[in-house]
């Protein structure tokens, strides 16, 4: 059936909820967050009125990268308990109509999976091709790329003499799509956690599956490496593979399938995500989020500006318009805070400015994805030692950086504080009581102190909280095709201040804008003929203006 420019599908008018498992709750007071842990919270979640819940990786792994890692794909991580507790977690969910997406993790596996264990025993072992392995050069590694997570991309293993390629840390071996077994294998198991009843698949880094043979070195940036993104990112055969799993697979279920795809453009992604729905069901894109990028990537405490947020968002809404479908998402378990990054965390904004963030994503074109703790408006940890961090990446990145003298201990620690991963990683603020009520031990990562005034109990007391905004978001995207299906239009193009757009469908118009500052700023489109309010997060409105970081929408 079509509606307006796009044809009906549940999984476009489905609001996604992510957990991070580690750090959802603790039911056995190891600090460790657990599968029983989120099962006990599924009432919660179905209150707020999510339809799918995406759960970080559960599988079995040695967590040199908290999951990312895995060890074995048909088993459940010790910490987060056992297969029997994983279907009972299935089956209630259903029964609380959510849906379950597991996390795809197979761009690389852990150097501890049978396959890899096997692989670097000898030149000859018949899993050697299921990873990417070259002889030096020189006596060196085979090119120059460095990995994510700090130092070489190639990890020189003596047994055979020859460097395996590992994108992300050395426990992360790629695995080599090129191997038709490697992808025997990754559709088989697929199949198998299909048969089990999931509904869907978020695939970690899977633009990356494909790489340019060639191995050329890569720009260098930071003085250091150089970059592997030109030959690795939407490589030369990843289409091809992901129309193949999904005839083999993702075809003979009824799912929702998103991408994870770094360095995707436009026109890349019109292909992941095609209309004829031949790969994926949606990509998420990383330009907003990556909208400050300095030397040396991602590290920077530099406020994002609207002039600079607007153009990207603006330009995935306009262009994928009837031709592939957008994710939406400020958040995840790789991002800061949103309501400390884009908004305001101040006593006196933070609530106000957490809400015109999610008006702003939520009345937009495309599937919402909310990190656990943003329908709270949980905020960034501000760590002040680096004893705190647990991520990988925030840890070796500030080595690489702080021990080669690039940049200084403090502005490295304040770079962490504003852009670290672990400030979405701490623990799901429950309640008052002790350790947020996250763990009845000791949490794996401290939580954020500001527990006692920002925890769900608090949020469900108060009719005016975070949450129920969230939920009346979710709601008007439940009950008005127009939120799902309206075709985007930007308005206030040139504004420094105001974030504004319509929907239309048939004869309706949604309009909506969001003051990204905390003064007052002139606005005069709900003066007249606007139609009547749906939504907004302040009570009262003054004429010809937007309070601080006030949000309204309206629908004539
Ligand atoms: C993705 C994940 C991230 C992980 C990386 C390697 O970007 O979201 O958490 O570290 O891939 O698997
Ligand atoms: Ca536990």
Request: proline share 5%; charged share 25%; aromatic share 14%.
């Amino acid at each position: 059936m079509k509606i307006g420019n796009e044809t009906k599908a549940w999984w476009k008018e489905a609001v996604i909820y992510q957990i991070y498992p580690r750090s959802f709750a603790d039911s056995n007071g190891d600090g460790i967050g657990d599968l029983n842990g989120i099962t006990e919270h599924l009432p919660y979640l179905e209150k707020l009125g999510v339809d799918v819940l995406w759960l970080s990786p559960i599988y079995q792994s040695p967590n040199d990268d908290n999951g990312y890692d895995i060890s074995d794909y048909r088993n459940i991580m010790t910490e987060f308990g056992t297969m029997e507790d994983f279907d009972r977690m299935l089956a209630e969910a259903h029964k609380h109509h959510l849906k379950i997406v597991m996390d795809l993790v197979v761009n690389h596996s852990s150097d501890e999976h049978a396959w890899f264990i096997e692989s670097r025993k000898s030149k000859d072992n018949p899993y050697r091709d299921y990873y990417i392995w070259k002889d030096p050069v020189n006596g060196k590694e085979p090119n120059n790329w460095g990995s994510c997570f700090g130092g070489s991309a190639w990890e020189y293993d003596e047994a055979t003499n020859m460097y395996y390629l590992h994108c992300f840390s050395k426990k992360q071996p790629d695995l080599n799509w090129e191997n038709p077994k490697v992808r025997d294998a990754v559709f088989d198991m697929m199949t198998w956690w299909c048969d089990k009843g999931i509904d869907g698949f978020r695939m970690d880094v899977i633009s990356m599956i494909s790489k340019d043979p060639a191995y050329p070195d890569g720009p260098v940036t930071d003085g250091l490496y150089g970059s592997f993104s030109p030959y690795v990112c939407n490589g030369p055969h990843v289409h091809e593979y992901l129309q193949e799993m999904n005839r083999r697979v993702l075809s003979k279920y009824d799912l929702l399938t998103v991408g994870e795809a770094g360095g995707v453009t436009i026109e890349e992604a019109k292909k992941y995500a095609n209309k004829e729905q031949t790969e994926l069901n949606m990509v998420f894109q990383f330009e907003h989020v990556d909208c400050v990028q300095g030397p040396i990537g991602k590290w920077s405490d530099e406020k994002p500006k609207l002039s600079a947020l607007r153009p990207i968002l603006n330009k995935w809404q306009y262009e994928l318009e009837g031709k592939a479908w957008n994710s939406l998402y400020w958040d995840n378990h790789d991002q800061p805070r949103v309501v400390s990054r884009f908004g305001n965390d101040s006593d006196q904004f933070r609530v106000v400015s957490a809400k015109m963030l999610a008006t702003c994503l939520h009345m937009m074109k495309g599937t919402p994805y909310i990190y656990q703790g943003e329908e709270i408006g949980m905020t960034n940890v501000y760590f002040d030692r680096l004893e705190d961090y647990r991520d990988i990446e925030s840890i070796n990145a500030y080595h690489q950086y702080v021990d080669s003298g690039i940049v200084s201990p403090e502005k490295m620690m304040s770079y962490l504080k504003f852009i670290s991963r672990d400030n979405a990683r701490t623990p799901m603020q429950w309640n008052d009581k002790e350790n947020a009520g996250f763990t009845t031990g000791t949490p794996w990562i401290k939580v954020n102190p500001n527990y006692t005034t920002i925890n769900t109990e608090a949020a469900l007391a108060d009719p005016d909280s975070v949450f129920y905004y969230y939920q009346k978001l979710i709601q008007l995207r439940h009950t008005l095709p127009i939120v799902v299906y309206g075709t985007f239009h930007g308005l206030l193009e040139d504004s420094e201040t105001i974030y504004a757009y319509t929907r239309t469908l048939d004869d309706q118009t949604l309009t909506i804008a969001c003051n990204f500052t905390d003064t007052e700023q002139p606005c005069d489109l709900f003066e007249h003929g606007a139609g009547k309010e749906l939504i907004s997060n302040y009570a009262e409105h003054k004429a010809g203006v937007l309070q601080p970081y006030e949000a309204r929408v309206f629908l004539g």
